[in-house]
């Protein structure tokens, strides 16, 4: 990985001390610590919800490879911690600039329509990283159930994390409510 290979370092090794530590965000690797504080994760098969990842399975240990594009387990609070990264401008890991085209519509009109009849963007577009909307939402959904986005408009980020996968019509229905509702203006939460 060229970050790696930079720094002369781990990936990992790199992550923590050029992001992760800099934003305080303790609870996110490439593992859990703790495995006792990861929950079970689920997928649909067949119209069911059956058990995908117990606690003590592909995130209670360190994986052989660093991924650079998926594979870290984080919490809340660490999560909102990028999200509000990104929604400052930056902060200490980037440049305002470098966030600023990381948060932008980077695709032409025919990269977005390169599937004649069928929007696989389901009306979003691509930043560096991040999926963008036309409303200036940007934020990512992650295959295991997660979401964040920033909504500027608002000055707000939301982050709802789930112990269901994706499945063929996409993230879980409340990741959409979430967003949906935090966008209107209606205040959520969920102690349980």
């Not at 695709?107 to 979003?124: H, I, N, V, Y």
């Not at 999926?131 to 959904?141: C, F, M, T």
Request: proline share 6%; with cysteine.
């Amino acid at each position: 990985m060229l970050a790696s290979r930079a720094d002369g370092a781990p990936f990992g090794d790199v992550m923590r001390q050029r992001v992760l530590a800099p934003l305080g965000m303790r609870d996110t690797a490439f593992h859990a610590g703790d495995a006792a504080r990861l929950a079970t994760a689920y997928e649909v098969h067949g119209g069911e919800l059956v058990l995908s990842d117990p606690p003590d399975g592909q995130w209670s240990s360190p994986p052989a490879f660093h991924d650079g594009g998926a594979g870290l387990v984080s919490t809340v609070d660490d999560v909102v911690a990028f999200g509000r990264m990104l929604a400052t401008g930056g902060g200490p890991v980037l440049a305002r600039a470098t966030a600023a085209e990381m948060t932008r519509d980077q695709l032409t009109p025919a990269q977005r329509e390169f599937w004649p009849g069928f929007s696989f963007l389901d009306e979003r577009s691509w930043g560096y990283g991040v999926a963008v909307a036309g409303d200036g939402r940007y934020g990512w959904e992650g295959g295991s159930g997660t979401m964040w986005a920033n909504v500027p408009s608002q000055d707000l980020t939301v982050v709802v994390l789930t112990q269901r996968s994706f499945d063929e019509h996409g993230p879980p229905a409340i990741c959409g409510d979430v967003l949906d509702a935090a966008r209107a203006g209606v205040a959520t939460t969920d102690s349980g």
